[in-house]
Structure formats: structure tokens, C-alpha cells
Nanobody, 128 residues
Framework: QVQLVESGGGLVQAGDSLRLSCAAS????????MGWFRRAPGKEREFVGA????????DYADPVKGRFTISRDNAKNTVDLQMNSLKPDDTAVYYC?????????????????????WGQGTQVTVSS
């Protein structure tokens, strides 16, 4: 069975950096997109960014563009989210997700309904 397990969340101050990791297992992800989403208190879950597992092309939401970077390690089967210059508005539960068998001619998927597999989430809190 597919498992996505996030780690690395915590409490940091504004301006700090944090690196989240998602350990993926249970299927071959070579044709998948791996996404990061977040849900802030009282808000809908939103797209943060995603990466094409094979090839590594990425896409990011505007609020995090230039501050967050997604990478994957094929040998370890992990997908990381490097978050720099964190702001209080980045406070949320962050989720790793996998969208299977993506047609990348249409780009990296940004909507959560395209993602079938989800991790349990990890809390990131940024204090001002």
C-alpha cells in the first residue's frame, strides 16, 4: 500500500528556514507528480508546489515562489520542501501528496482532487 510520511515540521521565527521531507513507498512514482499542500487554520487546503518525479520539473504557488524549493531524491524515495524566509502566513499543516500517472503535457497538477495519495501532515508554525 502507498504510504507518504511527512517529517520536519516545527515552530520557527519569521525569517527562518525549515525543511520538510516526505518519505514515499508502496508504488513506483516515476510517472507521478508529488505535491505539497497546506491548510491554515480556518482556511481551505491550498497548493504550495509540486514536482514531476521523473525529470524534476516544478511548479509553485505565487505566495511561495522564490522562497520555497521542492526537490526529490530518487535513491531515497523522498521529496523535500525547503522553506526559506518564512512568514507567519506560512503557518499551516503541510501535506505531501502523490498524483499517479500524470499527463505532464498539461503541466504539473495544482488541484488537490488530482492527488490520490496523501500523508498525515506536519505542523509548521511561524511566529512573528
Amino acid at each position: 500500500q502507498v504510504q507518504l510520511v511527512e517529517s520536519g515540521g516545527g515552530l520557527v521565527q519569521a525569517g527562518d528556514s525549515l525543511r520538510l521531507s516526505c518519505a514515499a513507498s508502496g508504488r513506483t512514482f516515476s510517472r507521478d507528480a508529488m505535491g505539497w499542500f497546506r491548510r491554515a487554520p480556518g482556511k481551505e487546503r491550498e497548493f504550495v508546489g509540486a514536482i514531476r518525479w521523473s525529470g524534476g520539473s516544478t511548479d509553485y504557488a505565487d505566495p511561495v515562489k522564490g522562497r520555497f524549493t521542492i526537490s526529490r531524491d530518487n535513491a531515497k524515495n523522498t521529496v523535500d520542501l525547503q522553506m526559506n524566509s518564512l512568514k507567519p502566513d506560512d503557518t499551516a499543516v503541510y501535506y505531501c501528496a502523490a498524483a499517479p500517472n500524470v499527463n505532464f503535457a498539461l503541466g504539473v497538477p495544482r488541484t488537490d482532487r488530482r492527488y490520490t495519495y496523501w500523508g498525515q501532515g506536519t505542523q509548521v508554525t511561524v511566529s512573528s
